[in-house]
């Protein structure tokens, strides 16, 4: 035995040392799929971004059911992609089955954590840019409700809500904040006629911003607000030029960076949980020209001196993942 | 308003918010629009099986039809051209179904389960591939989408106490469609009930030999049915798409042809009891997202509970708790003809 350790060793030295040759990256897209307008597209644009700035090539895939999911991140590593990029919360347990046993291939896990050596998880402060979004919400407000359409009802989305009714509330402290969510299956992703008339029933009860941080079903709370002359809030990506106008804002989630970041940091990054916050500039409020008229010089001053303040650490928004509760529901 | 005696009952949040008009002229309105597609696909259905063609696949029409009515509608700029095409579209399934179930006595359960997996891959990829937005079209907007009607005197009878708000509140300001749907309710009532084609449709799908014995062709009655449905359908998606919202997106369906289907058997295959069943459905989906944290006697009722609600009673009746629901004695089978 001991006779052959050596060149056990040599063996697997030349395959560790053949692999890193051509070491692509990979990255795996979540159920909602490459273009999704929002979270997934974000990813393949900040792929891409490394693409043209570093003329490297890279594997993509797009799984189409929940039993894929490992699979198709175990062929990833099988083929010797390295990082391997895993987009989406419900990765989580993916990553715990599959990294372990691909102990020199580094993943990265976007939006969850997994506490394992080799996985770096990429997690975002959503609650602080909801709170903006919130504090914007209040300020626009004419009637002193708003209102906000989650997706599924996850802790992910809770925390938006709770980020946004606590940014809402310290513009206004008797602001009313309507929280709802479409469902509870992951059809409440894709399902815009109801999130429109979850909506409309919202401004019945005196909303007149909503914040829709719902996938798919936003683009129908999106529309209702449109048509009711109302205004809304996008999320993820910057969604203020789908109904200028009427899109006060949308809440920005930079998935982009963390997809670029990945791949360009290699198989030797750093791993343990990066959380990309508004001091690391992973989220914030989109500001454009689609919105420029609907966001004056006073709004604009107050959410950027809160932003200031919660890099400072004066302002401290609570996450709602933390403890399951949020202070101001 | 005194609201104690509601909070024996309920939350002080839902009493206050239940004490107000304008709430339930909200859910009231909102009942009308989301019961349209599930009266229409209910309708398709409950003809189809009448004539004895089992439809799982309504919703897969509906997505289809939903699809093209969004795309056509959007490259025409005409939500017309755009609903005749989602029609046309549902039709092209619903022959499909014909040939598959009436002409090679293929099993109907089969071919409908088939055509909702077509459906919901052939919209995704063909959208992607016209669009190149991730499966879904491009917004709508302007004459791409279903104008909203003002019934006539709307206005002036705003102000109507009691009148008013259900008037101009809750019946007026939909699009055609709904008015339509509701329309169809009679007139399939008619045709069923009231006339030759309907007598004979009925009676293929209880006793074919009998319609066959008669001299009157079992096949094209049967297609005849699956065509109404595959229309029916058109319209359904062309609302859902264009009218609901305003544009097409990936599996936009959310399972209403499963409620639908649920309707027409909570109904028994009658027309008018189906009119019941979907407004009742569509008041169970609007009172939910409306109040979403109801509670009842201080126990807190999730709305998932309340979306639930559909599918619970379809179970119960089926179970025969509320009353037989017997389906027409050949639905399901292939008619072969005795030599």
């Not at chain 1, 697997?12 to 997934?40: E, R, Y």
């Not at chain 1, 008229?293 to 932003?307: G, H, R």
């Not at chain 2, 077509?118 to 591939?129: D, E, F, K, P």
Request: aromatic content about 10%; overall charge negative.
């Amino acid at each position: 035995m001991t006779v052959f350790q050596p060149y056990i060793s040599a063996a697997s030295a030349l395959a560790l040392s053949a692999s890193l040759a051509h070491a692509d990256p990979a990255l795996m897209f979540d159920l909602g799929g490459k273009f999704d307008k929002s979270f997934n597209e974000a990813a393949f644009n900040g792929a891409e971004r490394w693409r043209e700035a570093t003329g490297g090539t890279y594997r993509d895939i797009e799984i189409s059911s929940e039993a894929q999911r490992v699979q198709f991140a175990r062929r990833l590593a099988e083929a010797g992609s390295n990082p391997v990029v895993v987009m989406g919360f419900a990765n989580a347990p993916t990553l715990e089955e599959v990294a372990p046993e691909f102990p020199d291939t580094t993943f990265v896990l976007i939006d969850a954590v997994v506490d394992l050596p080799n996985v770096r998880s990429v997690v975002f402060a959503e609650e602080q840019g909801s709170y903006l979004v919130g504090m914007l919400a209040a300020m626009a407000s004419e009637t002193g409700t708003v209102s906000f359409v989650g997706g599924m009802e996850i802790p992910l989305i809770t925390a938006f809500a709770c980020g946004f009714a606590q940014g809402a509330k310290a513009v206004n402290p008797d602001i009313n904040v309507i929280v709802n969510y479409t469902g509870s299956t992951p059809s409440a992703w894709n399902d815009p006629v109801r999130g429109g008339e979850i909506a409309r029933a919202q401004f019945s009860q005196g909303s007149d911003i909503v914040f829709a941080a719902a996938g798919g079903t936003g683009l129908g709370v999106l529309q209702a607000a449109e048509d009711a002359g109302l205004k809304s809030i996008g999320v993820d990506s910057n969604q203020n030029h789908l109904h200028p106008g009427s899109v006060l804002t949308s809440m920005l989630k930079l998935v982009d960076q963390a997809v670029f970041d990945a791949f360009t940091d290699g198989p030797d990054m750093e791993t343990g949980v990066v959380t990309l916050d508004l001091a690391a500039g992973g989220v914030g409020y989109a500001l454009d020209e689609h919105n420029a008229d609907l966001i004056t010089e006073q709004m604009q001053e107050a959410v950027e001196s809160a932003k200031a303040a919660i890099i400072a650490g004066e302002i401290v928004v609570h996450d709602y993942r933390t403890d399951s509760t949020c202070p101001v529901f | 308003m005194d609201l104690s005696f509601c909070q024996v009952f309920f939350d002080a949040q839902t009493c206050l918010q239940g004490a107000r008009p304008e709430t339930w002229v909200t859910v009231f309105s909102s009942t009308l629009r989301l019961a349209t597609p599930l009266l229409l696909a209910c309708l398709a259905g409950l003809i189809s099986e009448r004539a004895g063609v089992f439809d799982i696949g309504l919703e897969g029409k509906m997505l289809l039809a939903a699809f093209i009515a969004a795309a056509i509608s959007f490259v025409t700029g005409n939500v017309w051209i755009g609903v005749v095409a989602a029609i046309g579209a549902s039709l092209v399934l619903a022959m499909l179904h014909g040939v598959a179930s009436i002409t090679f006595r293929g099993n109907q359960l089969i071919s409908g389960v088939a055509l909702n997996f077509l459906a919901a891959g052939i919209t995704v990829v063909v959208a992607q591939n016209w669009f190149r937005q991730g499966g879904r079209t491009p917004s709508l907007s302007g004459d791409a989408r279903m104008a909203r009607l003002d019934l006539p005197f709307a206005e002036a009878l705003r102000d109507v106490p009691l009148l008013g708000p259900i008037y101009s509140g809750v019946l007026s300001g939909h699009a055609l469609m709904v008015y339509l749907a509701f329309a169809c309710v009679p007139l399939t009532w008619y045709l069923l009930f009231r006339t030759r084609f309907g007598l004979r449709l009925r009676a293929v799908g209880e006793n074919p030999a009998a319609v066959d014995t008669a001299g009157v062709s079992v096949t094209a009655l049967r297609f005849g049915a699956v065509a109404i449905c595959g229309v029916l359908c058109g319209l359904a998606g062309a609302y859902l798409a264009t009218g609901l919202s305003a544009g097409f997106v990936r599996d936009m369906t959310a399972g209403r042809g499963f409620i639908a289907l649920a309707a027409m058997i909570f109904a028994k295959w009658r027309p008018y009891p189906a009119m019941g069943a979907v407004l009742l459905f569509a008041f169970m989906e609007a009172a939910a997202n409306t109040f979403q944290s109801l509670q009842v006697f201080g126990v807190a009722i999730p709305v998932q509970a309340m979306q639930a609600l559909p599918y619970i009673l379809t179970v119960v009746i089926l179970a025969g708790f509320v009353g037989k629901a017997i389906p027409p004695r050949a639905g399901g089978q292939a008619y072969v003809k005795e030599h």
